[in-house]
């Protein structure tokens, strides 16, 4: 008898046609949050501005639904087709608008960028570090500079959340 065999897609981006949800996407979301969780300790403690990357070459879903998780200032995903100047002065924006907050713990601010953004990582942070320097000259340097953390394919791996596992032999099941 011919050996039969039977595939089931994945993707953490969320973006396969006619599902609901893709294997994997709920356990790459709760890696996202518990990271994000840490660095908004750390932002919170020190008043600064984080932009963590997220994967998402062609699809925002990761930093879209993420950044709704995390209580995030602002997200950045690549369907919005803004570009690099606009991305920055939107970021510009958004941490002088948090900067101006009366309570201190609401004085970080959090960035969820995915990484099919027009703008790279690293040449976001320059260009957004230069432009908060020429709008606060007198102000302490280290108060100012963001910083980034690039999630990358830490997000890709780890044990499946139980939604994910549930999700895998529902959808095998259907597919045999």
Do not use: W
């Not at 790459?28 to 994000?36: D, F, G, P």
């Not at 062609?58 to 602002?74: E, F, K, P, Q």
């Not at 830490?154 to 959808?171: E, I, K, N, Q, T």
């Amino acid at each position: 008898a011919p050996l039969k065999i039977v595939g089931v897609p994945a993707s953490i981006d969320n973006d396969l046609g006619l599902t609901g949800f893709s294997i994997g996407v709920d356990t790459a979301m709760n890696t996202i949050v518990e990271a994000c969780d840490k660095i908004a300790d750390t932002a919170t403690a020190h008043d600064r501005t984080f932009i963590v990357e997220v994967m998402g070459r062609d699809c925002g879903y990761l930093a879209m639904t993420s950044a709704i998780a995390v209580g995030a200032d602002l997200a950045l995903f690549p369907e919005a087709g803004k570009q690099e100047s606009e991305i920055v002065d939107q970021i510009v924006d958004t941490v002088i608008a948090v900067r101006k907050r009366q309570t201190r713990k609401a004085r970080r601010v959090i960035i969820i960028k995915a990484e099919g953004v027009s703008i790279p990582i690293d040449a976001l942070k320059a260009k957004v570090d230069k432009r908060l320097c020429e709008l606060a000259p007198d102000a302490d340097p280290a108060g100012i500079e963001t910083r980034v953390t690039v999630l990358g394919h830490v997000v890709r791996g780890g044990r499946p959340s139980a939604f994910d596992r549930l999700l895998g032999s529902r959808l095998a099941n259907v597919a045999v």
